[in-house]
Nanobody, 114 residues
């Protein structure tokens, strides 16, 4: 069974940082592209960062330079380091497997106050 479990969300002031983690199981993690999405109320879910099995990364323009995605294949985890957070970053953040069939975590709330 595939499981993606996010952690690390919370409330932070603008300009602060949060580190989100995703623990994956039930997949061939080392060869799977992984991503972080976010969805604000009333908005479409958007891809904010992705990382291939080989470690190549890509970011949405809105977060480029502030967020960093990384992975630890030995631990089957993918991490999103979020710096210089802005109120517009407020959303539920989801971990996803992007290779083959798409799987989603349950999401973790990130709230950035002004």
């Amino acid at each position: 069974q595939v499981q993606l479990v996010e952690s690390g969300g919370g409330l932070v002031q603008a300009g602060g940082s949060l580190r989100l983690s995703c623990a994956a199981s039930g997949i061939l993690f080392s060869i799977s592209a992984m991503g972080w999405y976010r969805q604000a109320p009333g908005k479409q879910r958007e891809l904010v960062a992705r990382i291939t099995g080989g470690g190549s990364t890509a970011y949405a323009d809105s977060v480029n330079g502030r967020f960093t995605i990384s992975r630890d294949n030995a631990k089957n985890t993918v991490t999103l380091q979020m710096n210089t957070l802005k109120p517009e970053d407020t959303a539920v953040y989801y971990c996803a497997v992007l290779s083959g069939r798409t799987y989603w975590g349950q999401g973790t709330q990130v709230t950035v106050s002004s």
